[in-house]
Every structure is written in structure tokens, then in C-alpha cells.
């Protein structure tokens, strides 16, 4: 399989390779990556995003349309009265120094508008489609990489420059609030040097870290497994083990506690993947998942209400806000363009009164990759 990165870095692996650039290698190693189910799923919808002729079941349709309602939200916040016109939507673009080729990466979706003085100003969507919670734009290596790629592909095709390059995480299973930073003239500067200088990083040796989840060779590498064993061979009161560390260390030990976790799901999967395929595995045998039964919410409360009281038929039945917002912010549009801003004030004034919050547990949230 050919690979498009040229065996380059990839703005996608910019934060792993800036704490070990070693890693850089097993990105090399195409037919030997391993590919997760939400990693494959991510894939299809993204292709979908693009425009391919993908079929999606309808979880994933679903997550499909609410990256696009909020792109849309996104693009109209930032666009104000101006038009834009697409610049690039899935495309590879290299970043190039003195004509050689350095990094490169693939927006999601990039946009442009041009102010009166014919300067332009670029917006970048990077669709997340994952459950977890990912870097703000703020903090994202990533993206940092694509805008200053991209700035660099404007500049050598176009023949212009950029005054600011705007990009937005859209995580829909996360938040319905998207994460946005924008980036001025002397923001892509420094980022430049930056992405650069960790782009030709001399390779030191592998090093575990908290992005060895995200490395093709975490099952191989000497220094991941070194510290996943680590972990592993714990005796002792874990909760009295990791109070007794500094608090660098404690961090450390979080990494590599989540690179095990990552690591014995491999394994597993492994397993039934060889189950699948007939192979024998003594005192394992595979077992049919469980059978999921649906009823359209109105059907059920039609049906039910002959038999049960209102209140009894509330509990068993459950509306996403999130889904319902989609659907009346269609509506509305089917018959006047409204503004999401305008439709959330409409939204809110109509079911605000009726809706109820609650909070879940809390999680460890990683907010710097010290």
C-alpha cells in the first residue's frame, strides 16, 4: 500500500513524535498498523464528510449529521455577512522548506474569505468522532501543524498570504460547544519554528509517554513494554503506592496505567478475532452479544397510555436534546433561514422550561502533555 505521508510526519502524530520522535518509524510500517474499531469508524464517517458514497448504520449517520450542524454553526459564526468558498476538504498538503518536502497533513475541512483588502482569512474544521475528550485548539499540536501547512500551501499556490488562520475541534460525543482558536500572522511564526523543529528532531531512542496509546509500535517497543510491566507486577496498596509519589511521578504512572489498559485490549481482541477465524484457545469460547430491542418513543406512549399513567411512561421513555435541537433547527430552515444563534433563543424559550440537568461523575481530564 502506498503511503501518501511520503514516510514523513503527519500533523495527526505531531505530539507523539515531539516526546519521541523515534516513533516516527513504526508510522513507516503501513502493513503492519493495527486499525481500532473507532478508529475505522471515525474513518467512514469522515469519508462520508467528504462527500464519498459511504454507508453508515444509523449510530453513525447520526454522528455524521451533528458534526455538520455544528461545522454550519461554526462556519456562519466566524464567516458573519462574507461568502466563503472551499479551500480544501480531506486533501494531503505539505508543508515544503527550500523545496523539500517536511510534514504534511489532511484538514478535515478548510475554508476561505477574503476581506476588502484581499488578505486572507482561513478556517480549519477538524471533526472528532470519538467518545473522549479531546485537546482544546488552544492546546493542539495538530492543528498547529495544519495551519501553518496550510498558510504554507496558500503561499506557494496561490502566490498570497494569510492574515489569520482560525481552526475548530468539532466533537459532537464531547460537547455541542466547539473548541476555537485563531491564529494571527506572528501566532503562525512561532508555530512554524516550533512544528519544524520537532519535524527534524534527531531520533534518541524510544521514550514511553502518555502517546504511546496512539504509536503503531506500543506492542513492540522496548520502552513501552518496560513500562507496562512496570505496572503490571504491582503488589502492593496502589492508592498508598501512588500517594507516595511526587507529583511528576504520579503523572507518569497515569500514562503508563493508560498504555496497559490500551495494551491488554489488544490483546483481547486479538484473542477474539482468533476465536472468529476458528482458531482454538484453551478455556475461551466466543458468546452471541446481546439482542437490542427499539420502539419508536411516540409508538410506546400511544400503545402505553391505555395501560400505564403518564408519569410511569416518562421513565421508560428518553429524548436527546441535543437530537431534538437538530431537528427543529432543520425545520425552522425549511421555511425561513434562521440562524443557529436565533434558533437556540427560539429553542430554549419553547423547552427550556421542560428540561432537566444532570450532572455526571467526574473524569481525569488531560489539560497540558507535561
Known amino acids: 500500500m502506498k503511503d501518501e505521508r511520503l514516510g514523513l510526519p503527519s500533523c495527526s502524530s505531531l505530539a507523539?513524535?515531539?516526546?519521541?520522535?523515534?516513533?516516527?518509524?513504526?508510522?513507516?510500517?503501513?502493513?503492519?498498523?493495527?486499525?481500532?474499531?473507532?478508529?475505522?469508524?471515525?474513518t467512514r464517517i469522515h469519508a462520508y464528510l467528504a462527500g464519498?458514497?459511504?454507508?453508515?448504520?444509523?449510530?453513525?449517520?447520526?454522528?455524521?449529521?451533528?458534526?455538520?450542524?455544528?461545522?454550519?454553526?461554526?462556519i456562519e459564526e466566524w464567516a458573519g455577512e462574507e461568502g466563503t468558498q472551499e479551500l480544501l476538504k480531506e486533501e494531503r498538503v505539505f508543508y515544503e522548506s527550500a523545496g523539500?518536502?517536511?510534514?504534511?497533513?489532511?484538514?478535515?475541512?478548510?475554508?476561505?474569505?477574503?476581506?476588502?483588502?484581499l488578505k486572507g482569512h482561513i478556517l480549519i474544521l477538524d471533526y472528532k468522532t470519538g467518545p473522549n475528550e479531546y485537546e482544546t485548539a488552544n492546546q493542539n499540536l495538530q492543528l498547529r501543524g495544519l495551519a501553518v501547512a496550510i498558510r504554507d500551501f496558500i503561499r506557494r499556490e496561490y502566490d498570497e498570504d494569510v492574515e489569520t488562520i482560525s481552526c475548530a475541534v468539532i466533537q459532537p460525543l464531547v460537547t455541542w460547544e466547539p473548541s476555537i482558536i485563531t491564529y494571527s500572522r506572528a501566532h503562525?511564526?512561532?508555530?512554524?519554528?516550533?512544528i519544524v523543529s520537532i519535524c527534524t528532531a534527531k531520533d534518541q531512542g524510544p521514550v514511553a509517554n502518555r502517546y504511546c496509546n496512539f504509536c503503531q509500535g506500543f506492542v513492540v517497543c522496548d520502552a513501552c513494554q518496560k513500562a507496562t510491566g512496570e505496572v503490571s507486577i504491582m503488589r502492593q496498596n496502589v492508592?498508598?503506592?501512588?500517594?507516595?509519589?511526587?507529583?511528576?511521578?504520579?503523572?507518569?504512572?497515569?500514562?503508563?496505567?493508560?498504555?496497559?489498559?490500551?495494551t491488554a485490549s489488544s490483546i483481547i481482541k486479538a484473542c477474539k478475532e482468533m476465536l472468529q477465524s476458528g482458531e482454538e484457545i484453551p478455556g475461551?469460547?466466543?458468546?452471541?452479544?446481546?439482542?437490542?430491542r427499539q420502539i419508536s418513543p411516540s409508538v410506546a406512549?400511544?400503545?402505553?397510555?391505555?395501560?400505564?399513567?403518564?408519569?410511569?411512561?416518562?421513565?421508560?421513555?428518553?429524548?436527546?436534546?441535543?437530537?431534538?435541537?437538530?431537528?427543529?433547527?432543520?425545520?425552522?430552515?425549511?421555511?425561513?433561514?434562521?440562524?443557529?444563534?436565533?434558533?437556540?433563543?427560539?429553542?430554549?424559550?419553547?423547552?427550556?422550561?421542560?428540561?432537566?440537568?444532570?450532572?455526571?461523575?467526574?473524569?481525569?481530564?488531560?489539560?497540558?502533555?507535561?
Do not use: W
Not at 52 to 74: G, W
Not at 188 to 194: G, M, N, S, T, V
Open 188 to 194: 503562525l511564526d512561532q508555530a512554524e519554528e516550533e
Open 100 to 117: 523539500k518536502k517536511i510534514y504534511s497533513g489532511k484538514p478535515d475541512l478548510a475554508i476561505a474569505k477574503r476581506d476588502e483588502e
Open 239 to 262: 492508592y498508598d503506592l501512588v500517594k507516595s509519589k511526587d507529583p511528576r511521578q504520579r503523572r507518569e504512572l497515569y500514562n503508563t496505567a493508560c498504555l496497559a489498559i490500551k
Open 284 to 292: 475461551l469460547a466466543l458468546k452471541d452479544g446481546k439482542t437490542m
Open 52 to 74: 464519498e458514497p459511504i454507508l453508515l448504520n444509523k449510530q453513525e449517520l447520526d454522528l455524521a449529521n451533528s458534526c455538520q450542524v455544528v461545522a454550519q454553526r461554526v
Open 301 to 370: 406512549k400511544m400503545i402505553a397510555s391505555r395501560f400505564m399513567p403518564e408519569a410511569t411512561i416518562d421513565n421508560c421513555t428518553k429524548i436527546s436534546v441535543t437530537k431534538l435541537y437538530e431537528e427543529f433547527y432543520r425545520m425552522k430552515n425549511m421555511t425561513a433561514k434562521v440562524s443557529h444563534k436565533e434558533c437556540k433563543e427560539i429553542f430554549n424559550n419553547i423547552f427550556g422550561p421542560y428540561i432537566t440537568t444532570t450532572k455526571q461523575d467526574q473524569t481525569i481530564n488531560i489539560v497540558s502533555n507535561e
Open 16 to 42: 507523539r513524535l515531539q516526546k519521541c520522535p523515534h516513533s516516527l518509524r513504526y508510522d513507516r510500517e503501513e502493513e503492519k498498523k493495527v486499525v481500532t474499531e473507532i478508529a475505522e469508524k471515525g
